[in-house]
């Protein structure tokens, strides 16, 4: 809300009073505010995003209610309850969890709260034939999100600093140098092995000729370009046919991201760590609208 709503707002709250749009008359009212936001307000107005007067207005009762993934047990007894709601409404026979099922149930982040806790509980009561949901079975519904490269940030992180996409690069970029370092760390143990047919054959098996070596400087884009002490050298490993296009790369994760969240922008672009406008740009950049 724009600090000029904040002040219009205030005023009701203090004297009651508004006026219409396109009107110059003031009238009266006697209301009371019921309001839900998932930004930390004090956080907020310490930063001056948000009037301090107004907060203490409106944090009169606050309802503190922690997220899905924090409430332990719960989770189980939701599923459960939703999928007593649904056998109710389409008369079947209510889908249950086993106790392992409930333990990975209970593991899963849930990015989208209830309303995702319960679209897989109808999603499960609707095309499983089985009623006992055993922990394979659960498995099978929940996103695999292993295979993004997310960038964790704090609520002042969020803030202060100015994230796009170049931070999914540069995570891409240090994920491939540490597979790079773990591979020159099996082949040098495998030499220093006495039984150099091993370490031979071994080598052959992950050097291809097919395959050229590069050596290239990756930089921190916080370090001190002065210091030449901070360049690190890395030797990548490159195969000829693969695709090392930072847009090939950007595209397949904006697609896995897009795919994980079902299609719904905001979570994607908070996955990835981007902003939506700049999520929508590159849909729109690498025409995915239509398959995604």
């Given at each position: 809300?724009?600090?000029?709503?904040?002040?219009?707002?205030?005023?009701?709250?203090e004297n009651?009073?508004?006026?219409k749009?396109?009107?110059?008359k003031v009238q009266?009212?006697?209301?009371?505010?019921?309001?839900?936001?998932?930004?930390?307000?004090k956080?907020?107005?310490d930063k001056?995003?948000?009037?301090?007067d107004l907060?203490?207005?409106?944090?009169?009762?606050?309802?503190?209610?922690?997220?899905?993934?924090?409430?332990?047990e719960?989770?189980s007894?939701l599923?459960?309850?939703?999928a007593?709601?649904?056998?109710?409404?389409?008369?079947?026979?209510?889908?249950?969890?086993?106790?392992?099922?409930?333990?990975?149930l209970s593991?899963?982040?849930?990015?989208?709260?209830?309303?995702e806790?319960?679209?897989?509980t109808?999603?499960?009561?609707?095309?499983?034939?089985?009623?006992?949901?055993?922990?394979d079975?659960?498995?099978?519904y929940?996103?695999?999100?292993?295979?993004?490269?997310?960038?964790?940030?704090?609520?002042?992180?969020?803030?202060d600093?100015?994230?796009?996409?170049?931070?999914?690069?540069?995570?891409?970029?240090?994920?491939?140098?540490?597979?790079?370092?773990?591979?020159?760390?099996?082949?040098?143990?495998?030499?220093?092995?006495?039984?150099t047919?091993i370490?031979?054959?071994?080598?052959?098996?992950?050097i291809?000729?097919?395959?050229t070596?590069?050596?290239?400087?990756?930089i921190?884009?916080?370090?001190?370009?002065?210091n030449?002490?901070?360049?690190?050298e890395v030797?990548?490993?490159?195969?000829e046919?693969?695709s090392?296009s930072?847009?090939?790369?950007e595209?397949?994760?904006?697609?896995?991201?897009?795919?994980?969240?079902?299609?719904?922008?905001?979570?994607?672009?908070?996955?990835?760590?981007?902003?939506?406008?700049?999520?929508?740009?590159?849909?729109?950049?690498?025409?995915?609208?239509k398959d995604?």
């Open positions: 809300m724009p600090l000029s709503t904040q002040s219009r707002l205030l005023r009701i709250l009651g009073e508004f006026i749009v396109g009107s110059s009266k009212t006697n209301v009371r505010i019921i309001a839900a936001t998932n930004v930390k307000l956080e907020a107005v001056r995003k948000f009037r301090e907060y203490y207005r409106l944090n009169t009762v606050p309802i503190i209610v922690p997220p899905l993934r924090d409430r332990g719960d989770i007894l599923f459960r309850k939703f007593s709601d649904f056998s109710d409404k389409n008369n079947m026979d209510t889908v249950r969890l086993d106790n392992k099922a409930k333990i990975l593991k899963y982040r849930f990015p989208g709260n209830i309303r806790l319960k679209n897989l109808e999603q499960i009561s609707i095309l499983e034939i089985e009623r006992n949901i055993t922990e079975i659960l498995q099978k929940l996103p695999n999100n292993s295979n993004l490269p997310i960038l964790k940030r704090t609520y002042e992180e969020k803030e600093k100015n994230y796009n996409e170049r931070d999914i690069l540069y995570k891409i970029l240090f994920d491939l140098k540490n597979d790079v370092n773990e591979m020159k760390k099996i082949i040098d143990t495998i030499i220093s092995d006495n039984n047919s370490a031979d054959n071994t080598k052959e098996m992950l291809d000729k097919n395959k070596y590069d050596k290239k400087l990756i921190d884009k916080n370090l001190d370009i002065g030449k002490n901070q360049f690190q030797t990548e490993v490159v195969n046919n693969e090392l930072i847009e090939s790369k595209k397949e994760l904006i697609i896995k991201a897009l795919l994980k969240n079902k299609n719904k922008r905001k979570y994607a672009a908070k996955d990835l760590g981007i902003s939506e406008r700049t999520l929508y740009r590159k849909i729109k950049y690498y025409k995915l609208e995604h």
